[in-house]
């Protein structure tokens, strides 16, 4: 049987991740990382999904890396409204990010004898975020079995969103536990990169039942591509 | 001119790159890590090396990553004694530790504009420790470059500890600032790998006037390779 490290953020596509490895009979062990993000709400929704599965979750605490990586996550800068994949979204960069997880998470696994890190990057993360793109994670992953015997396995990597909204509906996903806001509010806010990302994504995927609430639950419409 | 973000640990290796480094015209920046060793001396070295070298120092505390990956040099482990490159000291290793420092190097290094991130891995670290290998450096370079611009300097990949403490000594590095022992006591205990190593290799490039003070000071004579 595979064994994994499943970084799981709390959000649609790591929870879809691992409701579809967990089918596939693989061993998950989830791994929530905060890294100073200001929507620690993603943490409570990792918790949540992680006991709705019954996998065991480990959280880490990287938050100081917040003080030497400036971005609008982990700042108190503005947040860029509008669609996900804009340039705007550029500062929600935070550089590298991808591979201080991967890096941890391969860690974390090779400790415990696991054979792969599980990471639900996406077609949709390549426009602005480089280390999640095919080319970066196939040298990481070799990298990554060259240092300690865990390779990287990414198995939305071609998926839209909306591919990916739609295997969690077909899967039976609880997407009302998932959080996905870059602004960590009550709600959803419905205008931040994600919320519309989501929102379009789980428009097309649920015929316009999308039980997430957002604060302006129409914005997404406007800015959609 | 070239800008680097330089791992400092505040050992030989990594003061001795600084040293050599600063003398060929590169703009460093040191970055220390707290990643939960024992040896938190060594980031007090680390402080009085960079204000030496008038060298800006940032640290960053991922001390909880401790917690999750259990090795003699972050837990209360028993700490093997004899040569570094001995089968024992594979109890030091921290899986994927190096991956670790170098991705939050890199992403210190981009977000600042910088060209490169130095790092004094060295021959005498690839019997034990996989992410100090050359194949493990360039595979993880080319992810690196991939994912923030950045890529991965190892001046001394192929030079062995003993060519390292003779250039310290023809750069005039100041030798007793730096920190090498896994014990973190107030003086270098002479005993663990990291002693045995560095009493070897500066007992020839000094023809036998190491400055350094070990509480068992001949007892590399007797396990050195």
Redesign the interface.
């Known amino acids: 049987m595979t064994t994994a490290t499943l970084l799981l953020s709390g959000g649609l596509d790591s929870t879809t991740l691992l409701a579809h490895l967990q089918r596939q009979g693989v061993h998950l062990h989830a791994l929530a990382v905060d890294y100073g993000q200001r929507h620690e709400r993603e943490l409570e929704s990792a918790e949540a999904i992680a006991a709705e599965y019954d996998v065991p979750l ?1 959280r ?3 938050s ?2 917040g ?4 971005s609008a996550l982990t700042a108190r800068g503005l947040m860029p409204e509008g669609h996900y994949t804009a340039d705007s979204m550029a500062a929600t960069v ?7 997880l ?3 998470a ?3 696994a ?2 415990r004898g696991y054979d792969k890190v599980a990471t639900a990057v996406h077609a949709g993360d390549h426009h602005i975020y ?2 999640c ?1 095919p ?2 994670i196939g ?2 992953s ?3 079995w ?3 015997g ?1 390779s990287i396995a990414a198995r939305f990597m071609y998926w839209t969103k909306t591919d990916i909204a739609r295997h969690a509906v077909r899967l039976g996903v609880p997407i009302d536990l998932t959080w996905s806001c870059y602004r960590g509010w009550t709600e959803h806010c419905g205008r931040c990169g994600t919320c519309v990302e989501r929102a379009e994504a789980l428009h097309h995927a649920t015929d316009g039942n999308d039980p997430t609430r957002y604060t302006d639950p129409d914005f997404w419409r406007g800015v959609a591509s």
Chains 1, 2 share one sequence.
């Open positions: 480990d880490v605490d990287l100081h890396l003080l030497l990586l400036p935070v550089p590298n990010r991808n591979a201080i991967l890096s941890v391969a860690a974390h090779s400790a480089p280390d793109r080319e970066f040298a990481f070799d990298a990554t060259l240092s300690c865990v």
